[in-house]
């Protein structure tokens, strides 16, 4: 989670939200890493989950990331929901928790929907503290 921490530090220096991800292959190396990008491309898909899912396939030269492990500052959203199913991930591990638009906990779990193909398992809460007041100090400097 420290090192997400560091790729939503670094999303924030570009004017993107503070959003972190890291993807871990089954021995726990980093496969890929990124903050928010929404705002340094102009692309709405650009979530960090999302941008260290395509870094992490392209890497392994497959769309399946079986025995990875997801890692990000934020509760993911319906969209990276969805890419976290579809992209097979087996393990996902969050820090805040998003009442607005969380989709693995707060207001949906995309992940875990029984109907679904795939359910990696989850673990939320993960330096909870830290992710929070990362993503409190950013918008309370741009009220």
Known sequence: MRLALG??????????????????GPDGTVISAAGN????????????EVVAIRRAAEAL??????????????EPCTM????????????????????????VASLWDVVRDPRLNHRPTVTPGVLTAECSALLDAFFRARR
């Open 37 to 48: 990008e929404r705002e340094l491309h102009g692309d709405p898909t650009a979530h960090a």
């Open 61 to 74: 030269g497959e769309w399946r990331l079986s025995g990875c492990t997801l890692v990000v500052t934020l």
């Open 80 to 103: 990276c929901a969805g890419a976290i199913v579809a992209s097979r991930i087996e393990h996902l591990v969050f820090g805040a928790f998003d009442e607005k638009a969380g989709a």
């Open 7 to 24: 790729e939503a530090e670094a999303a924030a220096r570009h004017g993107d939200v503070p959003i972190g991800a890291v993807i871990l």
